[in-house]
């Protein structure tokens, strides 16, 4: 799938995907440049038992957990809100509900609650589950990393691994059928369709685990097990501190407010803005979108270079998740803070000079 409009342009258009687009999962092509640069995601998998023997053991000790990981998810079923789950429609629905509501129990300290939690859980997505955790852009200390996992559980987008796993799975099928949020399939699609195809996660969680650099800790498989009960625990401090205004503005409100500002970054960062680096895939950096999601908007900055702490590469693109890091880098919390080298930008510049 192509746009026919120059690369430069800031609107583009979606148009239908041919037989033999290099996109196409027919095809059985994976982007090149993704092939390059994504080592993390692809290698995640291999990474979690590398301390279990060498590589001879590798195989049939990942397809051990791969099974375990299924067999108690198949258990647990009940608290599995993941998105693409029918318990994460029914959660993504009811929360809209819920905002219908917002209007009559409106104050300004719920609505300044909802605002704090807005930030504290939309950072946690930006900072922990996508920079940290999925693409190992830098590193913290456990507590820490734990801290900043836990603030993005109570965005309600899925556990760590559930999350993790989902990224990595776009990042490894960009833009293709394959892609769990393709656009290839619709803005709609892309930015909430695809949480109510049940289907592409089944199909996902028969695939080999991508996730196995987490699921070896203990602590996100306790968040995986027990999920549903965090933003309950979270729901009734906020009833017992102000009452239903509170649970309407900081769960409701706030967790809708959350999922679609995310979700841009899905479906518009595909289809509008412009596209500076040669990714071979429909990426854009988008300003607004930036604005939004303290800086995930530049997108194609970000495809051009998974493995970066820092998507905002001028200094005029804002990024508030990068300013944390580099503050957390000058206090010795962030290290092996990951960044593309001048040699890494020329090599999927349109300008190669």
């Known amino acids: 799938m192509r746009s026919t409009v120059p690369r430069n342009s800031s609107i583009w258009t979606i148009t239908k995907v041919g037989e033999n687009h290099p ?7 994976i982007h090149a440049i993704s ?11 291999a990474t979690l038992d590398s301390d279990d023997g060498g590589n001879d053991a590798l195989p049939a000790t990942t397809e051990r957990r791969r099974r375990r990981s299924v067999f108690w998810v198949g258990k647990l079923k009940c608290l599995d809100m993941a998105p693409g789950s029918p318990e994460g429609a029914v959660v993504f629905v009811l929360m809209h ?19 704090v939690l807005s930030i504290i859980t939309g950072l946690g997505i930006t900072l922990s589950y996508h920079r940290n955790l999925c693409h190992r852009s830098f590193k913290l200390p456990k507590w820490l990393e734990y801290l900043f996992a836990y603030c993005a559980v109570h965005a309600l987008q899925g556990t760590p691994i559930g999350w993790v796993s989902t990224h990595r799975h776009h990042h490894q099928n960009c833009d293709s059928e394959r892609d769990p949020h393709s656009p290839i399939q619709g803005f709609w699609y892309s930015h909430m369709g695809w949480l109510f195809d049940f289907n592409s996660i089944n199909e996902r969680r028969e695939m080999p685990s991508n996730v196995g650099d987490l699921e070896k800790q203990f602590f996100y498989r306790f968040i995986q097990f027990t999920y549903v009960i965090h933003p309950i625990v979270l729901a009734t401090l906020l009833y017992a501190i102000g009452g239903f205004p509170y649970v309407v503005w900081g769960m409701g409100v706030r967790v809708v407010l959350v999922y679609h500002i995310t979700f841009l970054v899905n479906s518009a960062c595909h289809v509008w803005g412009n596209q500076i680096w040669n990714t071979g895939d429909l990426s854009r950096n988008n300003w607004l979108v ?3 999601t303290f800086g995930e908007g530049w997108h194609n900055n970000h495809h051009a270079f998974e493995f970066s702490a820092r998507h905002g590469l001028e200094w005029w693109q804002f990024d508030l998740t990068w300013y944390i890091i580099w503050i957390l880098r000058a206090f010795g919390l962030a290290t092996d803070v990951k960044l593309p080298t001048n040699a890494q930008k020329r090599m999927v510049s349109f300008n190669k000079k």
């Open 23 to 29: 996109f196409n999962s027919r095809s059985g092509e």
């Open 35 to 45: 092939k390059r640069l994504s080592f993390i995601v692809r290698a995640a998998a």
């Open 97 to 115: 509900l819920v905002c219908v509501i917002a209007p009559f129990c409106f104050s300004w300290n719920a609505f300044g609650v909802a605002s």
């Open 290 to 292: 930036a604005l939004l």
